[in-house]
């Protein structure tokens, strides 16, 4: 009886997962993991840290080499080789040696697909200059470190404001590179709401680094060596010695469409629950597989390393047919990063997905501090919530702020993963402790908020919606005291504070639109049931206050 | 038309809670706050860190004086005065004014019970000499701060190894006083499991304070003038020039015992999940109401400050008779501290508690990181969940560690609000970035350990059984390199490292009973497969590994 052979294609996060944990399940395959890179099972997601020397050396970034793989499981790893053809009828794979050209066929009972996804090159001219690089592997990093160190890069675009681009940007400026983003969407990190989007490019701008979004990139300009010299973007020169393209990465399909593996209607791969493709004893995993989301019950693509870890882990316990099963569930596209002090992070449907795909929305935008006031490090965060008016449940959430932001928005993946409503998640009985949140925490704060909305208890104006409210003639009222406001206020506010509300109630005209702001909301709340109270009908708080709010002040 | 009167007995956080939400909901009710203490709506939670400095000014601790009450929400606080008598026929409140003796009545239609939990003064002699004092109040913290600095200090005991006992011993240390913590239990923490509380006994005692568990005090003794000088516990005398109780809360209950009110099974208020009392318009919430465990279904009585708001506003929403209505939901339990670089965290049921009711109760013990290894600041943190075996529910989880405890405990409180199973768990799509988490992060590492666990992949033992199965012959074998043996190991465990174990095996007698360790569990797992595969039967692996292992190593 011959063991099972099992042959895996990449061999990054999903691939090196599929392969150790099947051979943890069941000994007795015959493991071949073909790579073309150097380097297998390494920290994708690191790349941008070891560029800004958060990360020192390449190797803290090698999870794995290729003979820990033999050593520990007993899998064999060939590098520098390239899979061209896939035989199913054979169960064959063909491979070149990418040194020497020689080719080798693999054959296989198991075949798992995990080439990931390669990036995008924009179809711009002069793209192919030197210096204009992207960074999707260690060896590119490596090379951009080289740059970095051997030449006086001054000046550096990155191309696409996507978390990735973004992660880049922040670690050359680290650098001390004059960076600047040029980003084509209306506001960086596309998918998450322009609300949230636009406090970060906000953030980055006073920081020092430059950001141009809505803008295309025209053409990259010789610098007269052949490196690249200037980007024009929009209508600007842009100074550049070094380029680094982030705008997306695009499934690495090809192998699998030529064998005749079907692909889903994102363009990667299609597969089952169990991660299988339509031809049997193929599975697809990472980067280039689709995925469900777990809201809309549609088919995503989101190239995700914690994804990519969990489909490898199911596909090792399929393939290694020991009688046990796992099957992926849907995903929510949830995402986290760091720029800077600023955290940002997102789970489920932004307001535009939720409003395209016809959910009757109800948002609120929700500054609190992310521990006790009086705790030292405590720090402000904003939660905006996204929820369903009919069902009250939970659609997505985005978050962001000096403060912990992984938190909360693992809170609001769990609940949402169970199709918790905003009043479920008002009652969760979390962790409290001085050090570590306030009393009822932000995510309480913010679904408290969230049902007094609902409740028709307020009514709200998002920061976008502020100035075209009051170019039509609404008020805006801001009700913190007088030091408050003279340090910072929004260009057309009037200043009344709370406590002085009711005596200079007169002031208002009752029958324009006012509405009210303050740090966070809360006063701006108090001040509307005074108003309200007095009969004022049009009365509305801007949602988030001064601390969400995305514009200049003054 | 006269409006409502409300009436709440106790000003910390359910009473002004409950008043501050009463009054947003319906501007018409006129509320008073009676209160013995002089602040209101102070920072209960934060009293041990304004001991120890970390919080430096009283105020900080006051969120709200009782003039802001009355100018925000136009509630009237009366503080110094202690209600005395509730006449339900009558909706009367009689209060005595504490310093001037005055009594005076308040009439109510609907009143709130918060008078919250009064400190255990444990009956051994010598409890009313100078300087034994209990820390519940801002003016208890103010005097000890006042005691820290009038008088030289040099010896502290803390009775009662609680979480606050241990947080007041902490910041005592931290200003320079030898502090030890005499526990009656047979370990601090005693709500948590002993595999977890070891393991901080252990952290506290190489931090520099002395733990005596299981050990009762037997009296506190005078120095000559009238101060403690030394607590006599167990066969010590420990020296103390200051003795802070902290041995547990007492519910409140005299007063709505007197006036008909009835208790649970527990010894606080009996409520309905609208925080009523069985008496017509009387509330209680707080400290002094019972709550319902989520799991179990059974009253409990956990006097958090997060359930105590959560319960506040409850109450507010539904005496105010707007027509809204919010309800209670179960709770959990769930905790959090921090004891120097060390963070605590438990929710849910313990395996104690699940044991003795009667759950088919599996356990794991998971040491991971608590973000990408290669990210600074990473820290490793021990996860413990408690599973039932028939339902494959998680009913609850502690974690330890230097690393982020708090995210993981409230992810485990949303998925456990929820009746997850640990297959559910596994399935989270949670955020994920280098300075954030590792790939899969900590929860789900851990809830797939306990699948393989549930599968029957490997059976293991508990750090606590150890001595005992290597006692009766169990051979414990450590299976990581040899360096890392000679640096630090289990006494009377042998190494063999994982790669060598093939060629070794020989020196191992399948007769015997085999545990594996090695530093978190991952290299004894592979150990446990090779020797499987090879026919070993009576293998195990010691759970948690060298991370988890509460006890001397050498």
Same mark, same amino acid.
Request: with cysteine; glycine share 10%; hydrophobic share 45%.
């Given at each position: 009886m011959g063991s099972e052979k099992v042959v895996i294609i990449g061999g990054v996060a999903a691939g090196t997962k599929a392969a150790a944990k099947a051979a943890r399940e069941n000994q007795d395959l015959e493991i071949v993991v073909l790579t073309m890179d150097r380097h297998v099972s390494y920290a994708g997601c690191g790349l941008p840290y070891y560029i800004g020397d958060v990360i020192r050396e390449e190797k803290e970034l090698l999870v794995k080499r290729p003979k820990d793989f033999r050593a520990d499981?007993?899998?064999?790893?060939?590098?520098?080789?390239?899979?061209?053809?896939?035989?199913?009828?054979?169960?064959?794979?063909?491979?070149?040696?990418?040194?020497?050209?020689?080719?080798?066929?693999?054959?296989?009972?198991?075949?798992? #697909?995990?080439?990931?996804?390669?990036?995008?090159?924009?179809?711009?001219?002069?793209?192919?200059?030197?210096?204009?690089?992207?960074?999707?592997?260690?060896?590119?990093?490596?090379?951009?470190?080289?740059?970095?160190?051997?030449?006086?890069?001054?000046?550096?675009?990155?191309?696409?404001?996507?978390?990735?681009?973004?992660?880049?940007?922040?670690?050359?400026? #680290?650098?001390?590179?004059?960076?600047?983003?040029?980003?084509?969407?209306?506001?960086?990190?596309?998918?998450?709401?322009?609300?949230?989007? #636009?406090?970060?490019?906000?953030?980055?701008?006073?920081?020092?680094?430059?950001?141009?979004?809505?803008?295309?990139?025209?053409?990259?300009?010789?610098?007269?060596?052949?490196?690249?010299?200037?980007?024009?973007?929009?209508?600007?020169?842009?100074?550049?010695?070094?380029?680094?393209?982030?705008?997306?990465?695009?499934?690495?399909?090809?192998?699998?469409?030529?064998?005749?593996?079907?692909?889903?209607?994102?363009?990667?791969?299609?597969?089952?629950?169990?991660?299988?493709?339509? #031809?049997?004893?193929?599975?697809?995993?990472?980067?280039?597989?689709?995925?469900?989301?777990?809201?809309?019950?549609?088919?995503?693509?989101?190239?995700?390393?914690?994804?990519?870890?969990?489909?490898?882990?199911?596909?090792?316990?399929?393939?290694?047919?020991?009688?046990?099963?796992?099957?992926?569930?849907?995903?929510?596209?949830?995402?986290?990063?760091?720029?800077?002090?600023?955290?940002?992070?997102?789970?489920?449907?932004?307001?535009?997905?939720?409003?395209?795909?016809?959910?009757?929305?109800?948002?609120?935008?929700?500054?609190?501090p992310d521990r006790a006031h009086y705790y030292p490090g405590s720090r402000e965060i904003v939660t905006k919530l996204i929820v369903d008016r009919e069902s009250r449940k939970v659609l997505g959430g985005q978050i962001f702020g000096e403060g912990v932001v992984d938190k909360p928005i693992d809170i609001l993946v769990t609940a949402i993963s169970f199709g918790a409503t905003v009043d479920q998640l008002a009652r969760l009985d979390l962790a409290y402790a001085p050090p570590f949140s306030t009393a009822l925490g932000t995510t309480i704060v913010a679904a408290n908020v969230m049902m007094n909305k609902l409740a028709g208890k307020f009514t709200g104006v998002g920061p976008l919606a502020l100035k075209e409210k009051m170019a039509a003639g609404a008020l805006l009222v801001d009700v913190r005291i007088d030091k408050e406001y003279f340090v910072r206020s929004i260009p057309g506010s009037i200043n009344i504070p709370l406590r002085r509300l009711l005596e200079r109630v007169d002031e208002l005209d009752r029958e324009k639109e006012i509405i009210l702001n303050c740090k966070v909301g809360l006063r701006s709340y108090l001040a509307l049931l005074k108003l309200k109270g007095l009969g004022f009908e049009k009365v509305s708080i801007l949602e988030g206050g001064l601390v969400a709010y995305p514009f200049e002040t003054e």
């Open positions: 499981f007993g899998i064999e790893v060939i590098i520098d080789t390239e899979a061209i053809k896939i035989l199913p009828a054979d169960k064959t794979v063909l491979a070149k040696d990418l040194n020497t050209g020689e080719k080798r066929s693999f054959a296989y009972d198991k075949l798992v #697909l995990a080439t990931g996804a390669s990036p995008f090159i924009p179809p711009v001219e002069g793209a192919k200059l030197g210096n204009i690089i992207t960074v999707r592997t260690v060896r590119e990093a490596t090379a951009v470190k080289k740059l970095l160190s051997e030449r006086d890069i001054k000046d550096a675009v990155v191309v696409g404001g996507g978390m990735n681009g973004l992660e880049i940007a922040e670690n050359l400026f #680290l650098k001390g590179i004059k960076t600047t983003v040029v980003e084509l969407a209306p506001h960086i990190l596309p998918a998450h709401d322009a609300d949230i989007a #636009l406090n970060v490019q906000k953030y980055l701008a006073e920081k020092g680094i430059r950001v141009l979004a809505g803008t295309a990139v025209k053409s990259f300009i010789d610098d007269g060596n052949g490196d690249v010299g200037a980007v024009a973007a929009g209508e600007e020169l842009l100074k550049a010695d070094l380029v680094v393209l982030s705008v997306g990465v695009r499934p690495n399909v090809n192998l699998a469409r030529e064998c005749g593996i079907l692909l889903g209607s994102t363009g990667a791969i299609a597969v089952n629950e169990k991660m299988e493709t339509n #031809l049997n004893g193929i599975y697809a995993v990472g980067d280039r597989a689709e995925n469900i989301n777990l809201i809309t019950d549609r088919h995503v693509w989101y190239p995700m390393g914690s994804t990519a870890n969990k489909a490898g882990r199911i596909a090792g316990i399929n393939l290694a047919a020991t009688g046990a099963e796992d099957t992926m569930q849907g995903v929510l596209g949830t995402s986290v990063l760091k720029l800077f002090d600023l955290n940002i992070a997102k789970t489920g449907l932004s307001e535009r997905d939720a409003r395209a795909l016809g959910y009757k929305v109800e948002t609120v935008l929700v500054p609190a």
